[in-house]
């Protein structure tokens, strides 16, 4: 299985700040990489697709880089509503992997 | 819109089992696979299989290989999870989503349901 890993696991920051997540896969799977929002209580959200493009209706402060074994997300300019837990998914082939998850609080 | 529906919460004794729905409504429901996604209290995303609702194929993850099946009713655009011989640590949100195309995206989410398993 491919093994996804994140970091940080758990982020301080403050409105306004930039922000960015890493994640490394344990083999190299090109650009099949999809990062999640999640809040509590709530289902996962997509917000990034083949490693970097942006959902529809997902803000533009958001984006996404990288390939084959390394990947980014940042946001530009933190805002309330993005403190939560941010997930990156390798889709490049079965098992479907996700990262431990990356919690973002605020400061 | 899309939406994905599922059943509601259940509770559990060990070695019982549990069929978890998700209604899909909006889209061709046969154009689309369905995977479902598991989270126990506290913890990440864990992956457990897909369907194809086109077809029916289905692609399991192995540890769940044997307690676990997937099936979909074309009729009524309805995914069905079923998981057999329940344990503590099967306690879990138990989410569908919608698969889509090469990349594999989650694009659409049910709402989770929550299967407790405890004697």
Known sequence: DIQMTQSPSSLSASVGDRVTITCRASQSISSYLNWYQQKPGKAPKLLIYAASSLQSGVPSSFSGSGSGTDFTLTISSLQPEDFATYYCQQSYTSPITFGQGTRLEIK | ?119
């Open chain 2, 1 to 119: 819109q899309v939406q994905l529906v599922q059943s509601g919460a259940e509770v559990k004794k060990p070695g019982a089992s549990v069929k978890v729905s998700c209604k899909a409504s909006g889209y061709t429901f046969t154009s689309y696979g369905i995977s479902w996604v598991r989270q126990a209290p506290g913890q990440g995303l864990e992956w457990m299989g897909w369907i194809s609702a086109y077809n029916g194929n289905t692609n399991y993850a192995q540890k769940l290989q044997g307690r676990v099946t997937m099936t979909t009713d074309t009729s009524t655009s309805t995914a069905y999870m079923e998981l057999r011989s329940l344990r503590s640590d099967d306690t879990a949100v138990y989410y569908c989503a919608r698969d889509g195309g090469e990349l594999r995206t989650f694009d659409y989410w049910g709402q989770g349901t929550l299967v407790t398993v405890s004697s």
